[in-house]
T-cell receptor, first 112, second 109 residues
Framework: SQTIHQWPATLVQPVGSPLSLECTVEGTSNPNLYWYRQAAGRGLQLLFYSVGIGQISSEVPQNLSASRPQDRQFILSSKKLLLSDSGFYLC???????????FGQGTRLTVV | GQSLEQPSEVTAVEGAIVQINCTYQTSGFYGLSWYQQHDGGAPTFLSYNALDGLEETGRFSSFLSRSDSYGYLLLQELQMKDSASYFCAVPTGGFKTIFGAGTRLFVKA
């Protein structure tokens, strides 16, 4: 069966510090991978998606970046965090043109 | 561009029926999905409508009218555990899924 792992679950980082959030998917090959951000009580904003190794599409210009070094690994990074980067970050995967997105448990990031 | 509109909050009584509406505006439409998210948790997939009409899955049903660019999620026999946020979403012709802002459902005893 397919599983998605996302860590850490919570993170408190000072302004200006770097960020690295990791997501891995098991039990499927060549998944489409996604990073979403959710502000408190709000919807899901698509940040990045990837349809293959090294292929990253950015939806929102900001100080975040994403990388996909392996087929089942998706990393969200920042060199210098801003207060506005606080939020709930969710990794998700889908198969090809599949309809259903499967989400990880999320990382709650607080920038202080 | 794409946009989805849904009410921000809905309140209903345990055992009742509640309908959560969603109107969408998309360049190219393939279907409407619904997700449930409990506080602090991950969204989970509930249903998908590609064609007009009603799809039923247990206590939950989802409806789509492509001509009206409208859909709704119907929850019957409400239970306290149904208190959550519900998102409508549209998969695009590419590889993305765009989500609405979500409707927070409060179920009262």
């Amino acid at each position: 069966s397919q599983t998605i792992h996302q860590w850490p679950a919570t993170l408190v980082q000072p302004v200006g510090s770097p960020l690295s959030l990791e997501c891995t998917v098991e039990g499927t090959s060549n998944p489409n991978l996604y990073w979403y951000r959710q502000a408190a009580g709000r919807g899901l904003q698509l940040l990045f998606y990837s349809v293959g190794i090294g292929q990253i599409s950015s939806e929102v210009p900001q100080n975040l970046s994403a990388s996909r070094p392996q087929d089942r690994q998706f990393i969200l990074s920042s060199k210098k965090l801003l207060l506005s980067d606080s939020g709930f970050y969710l990794c998700a995967w889908k198969t090809g043109q599949g309809v259903e997105a499967f989400f990880g448990q999320g990382t709650r990031l607080t920038v202080v | 561009g794409q946009s989805l509109e849904q009410p921000s909050e809905v309140t209903a009584v345990e055992g009742a029926i509640v309908q959560i509406n969603c109107t969408y505006q998309t360049s190219g439409f393939y279907g409407l999905s619904w997700y449930q998210q409990h506080d602090g948790g991950a969204p989970t997939f509930l249903s998908y409508n590609a064609l007009d009409g009603l799809e039923e899955t247990g206590r939950f049903s989802s409806f789509l009218s492509r001509s009206d660019s409208y859909g709704y999620l119907l929850l019957q026999e409400l239970q306290m555990k149904d208190s959550a946020s519900y998102f409508c979403a549209v998969p695009t012709g590419g590889f993305k899924t765009i989500f609405g802002a979500g409707t927070r459902l409060f179920v009262k005893a």
